[in-house]
């Protein structure tokens, strides 16, 4: 694990560059600086429930990997799902959130959409990595439990930052 460990936290290191670069946008839009964790968190946390999920059906030796294992997809259709009920309400918060403080640069449709979108693809981003990674687990011998998650929640606290602000460089 050491090695993947590494690996994770140089990927980690890679998200705060890209942050770093994205400053002005946060500064001049700060609805966007309020989803910034929690867009990451939330892409990190649906990847973990599908990870702990696929990880569970593959100890109980219910998971096949399929096209038509109804688990996977299942699985996969809850995810998205989740993805798209919480991020339109992470959206509504931050605006609220920010309105409350007197910070209105955005309007809420605005926020809702870069919410909603870019929940979305981090979900769709969250589930392709998960299942690669369980896959991958799978194939060379090694615990799920142990492996998946840490990919999964560094993999979309990298991807989260892009993905959130490539919908803002699109809708903005």
Do not use: K
């Not at 649906?46 to 593959?58: H, P, Y």
């Not at 219910?62 to 798209?84: H, K, Y």
Request: charged share 10%.
């Amino acid at each position: 694990m050491l090695p993947l460990l590494a690996v994770l936290t140089l990927v980690e290191l890679g998200s705060g560059l890209v942050l770093d670069t994205l400053r002005e946008t946060l500064f001049e839009f700060p609805s966007l600086l309020v989803l910034v964790p929690v867009t990451i968190g939330m892409g990190g946390n649906l990847g973990s429930i599908l990870a702990a999920r696929l990880s569970t059906a593959f100890h109980l030796g219910l998971l096949s990997f399929s096209p038509d294992d109804e688990r996977l997809a299942g699985n996969t259709l809850a995810t998205v799902g989740l993805a798209l009920t919480i991020f339109p309400a992470v959206g509504t918060s931050a605006w609220v959130l920010q309105r409350l403080f007197g910070a209105t640069e955005l309007g809420l449709g605005a926020v809702l959409a870069v919410a909603t979108l870019s929940g979305l693809a981090l979900a769709l981003i969250a589930v392709v990595v998960t299942l690669g990674a369980t896959y991958a687990a799978y194939r060379l011998g090694l615990d799920p439990d142990e492996v998946v998650i840490p990919v999964v929640t560094n993999t979309c606290d990298v991807l989260g930052v892009v993905v959130l602000f490539g919908v803002v460089r699109v809708l903005l």
